[in-house]
């Protein structure tokens, strides 16, 4: 990857500062590590890792080369309760830079996917540093498909997995893709910082396509079916339970039924 070229057109402060590795074990845990050395917007990005994580301990699949794997720094003054928005600012962020990179019909599923064609192209891992209940830093993770040959992806994963490359038939710069996340995080990002709420979840909405769908929400042991509703100011699902009774949902794994 090209880093000074990123660094040389990203507007705003995400990415002024980077530290490129060609592997790492994940982004997320460099970033973690770099975070008392780093101001707000510093990004770690690597070609390629050993131990990608996604959530709940699972692993994301990181090929070298050809895939974006990117870690970046905030600082977020927002509460705790308001961290799932952290997550859905990201997907905004990254869900717009795609469309207008790529052309493609990239769709959010709440609360990290990146999708297309009903397949994962991207995911985004959010880890928080607190102290005292008080969120000091987020490493917000992105993982973006772009070049690689996802029908290679080892176990089940090739038949739910997607990437530019697929979707399109060319092979796209990762670079223009990466400025342009970085862009987007920047604006969204700041619309988080103000609490102009109503903006964020309105362009969510926009680019969502698990709203109105029925869907499967899976947290630990438990389970819940109904109709994505809508998410509330936190950015918790609101699901529509057949009682007619509205649950909040502030983290799952979501399946769209139909
Ligand atoms: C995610 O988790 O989707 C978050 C992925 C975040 C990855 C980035 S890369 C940079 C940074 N550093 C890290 O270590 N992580 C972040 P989750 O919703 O839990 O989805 C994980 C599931 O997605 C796996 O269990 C697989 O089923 C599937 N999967 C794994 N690798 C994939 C890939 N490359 N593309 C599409 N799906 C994948």
Redesign the pocket.
Known sequence: MNVADIKAKVKGIFGKEIFFYET??????V?ADLFEKTSEGAV?L?EG?K??????G??????AGV?????VILRPKIEFKDATLITIMAAVACASALRKTTGLDVSIKWP??LIVSG???????TDLKTEKGTIIAA?V?????VN?D?DA?P???YK????VKKETGNLFSREEIAIAVLGEMNKWYTVLQREDNNMLLSEWKRLTSTLGRQVVVILGEETWSGIADSIDGEGRLLLKLPSGEIKRISSG?LTVLR
């Open positions: 790492v074990g994940s982004t997320n845990t970033a770690v690597a890792q131990m990608g994580r996604g959530r709940l699972r692993t994301w699949i990181s090929p895939n974006i794997h990117m870690s990290n996917d397949k994962k192209l991207g995911g985004i891992l490493i993770g992105i993982g973006i498909n690689s996802t992806f176990g089940e994963v739910i997995a997607t990437s794994d």
